[in-house]
T-cell receptor, first 112, second 117 residues
């Protein structure tokens, strides 16, 4: 069974700090990895996609993927109160259904 | 880019009625769209995969006769909840793939909150 593990939090960081969100997964065959941000009562918003080992940067966000360790992370630099949300790690195995396997999410609170 | 819209954003209906939800990709063509349902404090659950011009593929446990999906064009998919009951009350969210299906990168619409009285 495919599993995606995230620390549920809440993770509290002061404004301006770096927030580090982590995710581990069980399916070694997974080929696509995503970070979504979901505000309460809203739908998920795609923040980052990463497909190969290493780092991928987009503005204040950096995704890191290590397939050997089955680990994917999201760093948010210069955290803002507007970054306060639940961050969902999701992956796609590349086989069978197009179901994305989601983690339960990490709730991030950025304290002004 | 990669904007997905849904209509309506919320709907309240009486038990036994049918409700249609529209999902549109606004700035790209989506050969494949996806329909999810999310109950409070739970993860998104894929209900079905909708392919333009062909029948939808439903996930195990999802009643295809109750949740009718039509994907008539590359920018529009609809979900009809037939004979809705209170247990169908949920947050319904569609998504569309903007890139190669191999990567399955999905962009979500804003969701439709359905309340069945």
């Amino acid at each position: 069974q495919k599993e995606v593990e995230q620390n549920s939090g809440p993770l509290s960081v002061p404004e301006g700090a770096i927030a580090s969100l982590n995710c581990t997964y069980s399916d070694r065959g997974s080929q696509s990895f995503f970070w979504y941000r979901q505000y309460s009562g809203k739908s998920p918003e795609l923040i980052m996609s990463i497909y190969s080992n290493g780092d991928k940067e987009d503005g204040r966000f950096t995704a890191q993927l290590n397939k050997a360790s089955q680990y994917v992370s999201l760093l948010i630099r210069d955290s803002q109160p507007s970054d306060s949300a639940t961050y969902l790690c999701a992956l796609y195995s590349g086989a069978g259904s197009y179901q994305l396997t989601f983690g339960k999410g990490t709730k991030l609170s950025v304290i002004p | 880019g990669a904007v997905v819209s849904q209509h309506p954003s919320w709907v309240i209906c009486k038990s036994g009625t049918s409700v249609k939800i529209e999902c549109r990709s606004l700035d790209f063509q989506a050969t494949t769209m996806f329909w999810y349902r999310q109950f409070p404090k739970q993860s998104l659950m894929l209900m079905a995969t909708s392919n333009e011009g062909s029948k939808a593929t439903y996930e195990q446990g999802v009643e295809k006769d109750k949740f009718l999906i039509n994907h008539a064009s590359l920018t529009l998919s609809t979900l009809t909840v037939t004979s809705a009951h209170p247990e169908d009350s949920s947050f319904y969210i569609c998504s569309a793939g903007a890139g190669p299906l191999t990567y399955n990168e999905q962009f979500f619409g804003p969701g439709t909150r359905l309340t069945v009285l």
